[in-house]
């Protein structure tokens, strides 16, 4: 079977190296390489570094609809898998291959539909994921289903764990999507549009913490932003990341840490502060970095944390070499 491959990020670089070797892709087509760091040098994607290093043809389109239809015309393609590719494919487009173009796409279709279901799967406290592979139509991941795999999500796991573990599934799932397809029983099943929940592209701005959320909404915050663009919050006048959170609920803990915040002899005893969110309650190596949250008799410890400037390390590490004074308000 002649099949082309289309995609961007390490999602896909990972998914093309389990394809290519049950079935040996013909070309691979990504987006072109963007200028990054302070020299604006160009990067090619992750997908084209991984297609070069299997030696396979690599093509570069902004727009494939438009720019590339005619190459891919002539390749002839019996398949086209897509793999977070970013575009929208024309109706032209989709027409060319003899089997169609087939998606893995990182969720329980119908729900999160769009670019950003592994982040919002950990934001919204689900038990589980997985991978669906449908078939690619015009609306936005609308397409029948040919089969899903499940995959549970860690307590502490991270979007980035998260992405990793289903990368390797996404691969073996679209294996076994082709040998349906190829031995004539592959089934498609139509998605229920009512069912269907959307989410949204991720930007750098959507990283910031608000304390006013619950303990644990914060907890599914950080993990859902790590590691890009990451959780974070401000130190004065200084960018403060958050890596990693620990939920401080335990009574006699909760207590003990209380004390300390009302008795530190530079806080000036306002109380009303403890209504606050995102107020430093402690600030030591023994209890490490704590703020509070919403009220919901918790507080949150913030483990992994890197200032700007510095490097990441845990909050112990950093105070260490840094006082910050109990009633700090962070934000």
Same mark, same amino acid.
Request: hydrophobic share 40%.
């Given at each position: 079977?002649?099949?082309?491959?289309?995609?961007?990020? *390490?999602? /896909?670089?990972?998914?093309? *190296?389990? #394809?290519?070797?049950?079935?040996?892709?013909? $070309?691979?087509?990504?987006?072109?390489?963007?200028?990054? =760091?302070?020299?604006?040098?160009?990067?090619?994607?992750?997908?084209?570094?991984?297609?070069?290093?299997?030696?396979?043809? &690599?093509?570069?389109?902004?727009?494939?609809?438009?720019?590339?239809?005619?190459?891919?015309?002539?390749?002839?393609? *019996? #398949?086209?898998?897509?793999?977070?590719?970013? @575009?929208? #494919?024309?109706?032209?487009?989709?027409?060319?291959?003899?089997?169609? &173009?087939?998606?893995?796409?990182?969720?329980? #279709?119908?729900?999160?539909?769009?670019? /950003?279901?592994? @982040?919002?799967?950990?934001?919204?406290?689900?038990?589980?994921?997985?991978?669906?592979?449908?078939?690619?139509?015009?609306?936005?991941?609308? =397409?029948?289903?040919?089969?899903?795999?499940?995959?549970?999500?860690?307590?502490?796991?991270?979007?980035?764990?998260?992405?990793?573990?289903?990368?390797?599934?996404?691969? @073996? $799932?679209i294996v076994e999507a082709i040998k349906l397809i190829e031995s004539g029983i592959a089934e498609f099943t139509e998605q229920d549009d009512s069912a269907a929940t959307h989410c949204s592209m991720i930007s750098k701005d959507d990283g910031i913490l608000h304390f006013s959320r619950t303990a644990e909404e914060l907890n599914r915050f950080v993990r859902g932003m790590t590691p890009w663009p990451s959780a974070y919050t401000y130190l004065g006048d200084k960018t403060l990341k958050v890596f990693e959170i620990e939920i401080i609920d335990d009574p006699d803990k909760f207590g003990e840490i209380g004390v300390s915040f009302m008795l530190d002899p530079k806080f000036d005893g306002d109380i009303s502060k403890l209504d606050r969110c995102g107020v430093v309650v402690a600030a030591d190596v023994k209890h490490g970095l704590v703020v509070t949250a919403k009220n919901d008799n918790a507080f949150i410890r913030l483990k992994q944390i890197q200032l700007e400037g510095a490097k990441k390390m845990s909050d112990v590490e950093f105070l260490r070499g840094r006082k910050i004074e109990i009633g700090t308000v962070l934000g």
């Open positions: 079977m002649k099949i082309v491959f289309m995609g961007t990020p *390490d999602f /896909s670089a990972v998914v093309l *190296d389990r #394809l290519n070797q049950a079935y040996p892709v013909c $070309a691979v087509v990504t987006a072109p390489d963007k200028p990054t =760091g302070r020299g604006y040098k160009l990067q090619p994607s992750p997908l084209k570094q991984k297609a070069e290093a299997l030696k396979i043809p &690599v093509l570069q389109y902004s727009k494939v609809s438009k720019e590339g239809i005619d190459e891919i015309r002539e390749l002839a393609p *019996d #398949l086209v898998v897509t793999a977070a590719f970013g @575009q929208i #494919l024309s109706e032209a487009f989709l027409s060319i291959p003899k089997y169609g &173009v087939l998606n893995v796409h990182a969720s329980l #279709l119908p729900k999160y539909r769009g670019s /950003s279901p592994i @982040q919002h799967a950990i934001l919204d406290g689900e038990k589980e994921t997985g991978i669906t592979i449908m078939r690619t139509v015009k609306e936005v991941d609308a =397409g029948d289903i040919l089969l899903q795999k499940r995959v549970e999500i860690g307590e502490r796991e991270t979007a980035g764990e998260l992405f990793d573990r289903l990368a390797v599934v996404g691969g @073996q $799932a």
